[in-house]
């Protein structure tokens, strides 16, 4: 079935630091790709979004390409700040938009 | 961007009542909501597809009984946990699917904290 791995957390980086996620995903036919964003005690917000190989999404600096070769969509950020500090979340979204498989989360720490 | 409620925001309730939790969309028309269980530190465990004028599509290992949900109108669905348990104690979070456009994306509400004593 479908399903999503990202690496785990937490990751603890210092500000202006590079970010890189790694996710990547098992899915049969050509699924939907996002990193959803959640800061403590607050639901999931979609930070960024793909909906065919190659795209590349992006948002508030983050960005994520959708790599079919490798069924990946790594999340980076080139210089990290404290307002950051989240868990995010890489999901899958199947060819009928039904269902949505979440990786565990990796939270991330950032130090001023 | 489209809006999704969800209420109570937090709720603790005495073992073996029932609690109710509502999630609207407040600005689009949803056919479809979708309800999640997340446990600490811990992804969102997708428990049942709800779907306007039918019955919901529970995840495998859901009680249905005990989860029981109802999505009476386009812009409301609800999740009522009967009998609840400690076992119950989670962060509920409901979405909403924007369907009819080419986003392809779910809306999610603020969650519900449910504490079960």
């Known amino acids: 079935g479908d399903s999503v791995t990202q690496m785990e957390g937490p990751v603890t980086l210092s500000e202006e630091a590079f970010l890189t996620i790694n996710c990547t995903y098992t899915a049969t036919g050509y699924p939907s790709l996002f990193w959803y964003v959640q800061y403590p005690g607050e639901g999931l917000q979609l930070l960024l979004k793909a909906t065919k190989a190659d795209d590349k999404g992006s948002n508030k600096g983050f960005e994520a390409t959708y790599r079919k070769e490798t069924t990946s969509f790594h999340l980076e950020k080139g210089s990290v700040q404290v307002s950051d500090s989240a868990v995010y979340f890489c999901?899958?979204?199947?060819?009928?938009?039904?269902?949505?498989?979440f990786g565990s989360g990796t939270k991330l720490n950032v130090k001023p | 961007g489209a809006v999704v409620s969800q209420h109570p925001s937090r709720v603790i309730c005495k073992s073996g009542t029932s609690v109710k939790i509502e999630c609207r969309s407040l600005?689009?028309?949803?056919?479809?909501m979708f309800w999640y269980r997340q446990f600490p530190k811990q992804s969102l465990m997708l428990m049942a597809t709800s779907n306007e004028g039918s019955k919901a599509t529970y995840e495998q290992g859901v009680e249905k009984d005990k989860f029981l949900i109802n999505h009476a109108s386009l812009t409301l669905s609800t999740l009522t946990v009967t009998s609840a348990h400690p076992e119950d104690s989670s962060f509920y979070i409901c979405?909403?699917?924007?369907?009819?456009?080419?986003?392809?994306?779910?809306?999610f509400g603020p969650g519900t904290r449910l504490t079960v004593t």
């Open positions: 600005d689009f028309q949803a056919t479809t």
């Open positions: 999901a899958l979204s199947g060819g009928n938009f039904n269902k949505f498989y």
């Open positions: 979405s909403a699917f924007l369907s009819g456009t080419s986003s392809y994306e779910q809306y």
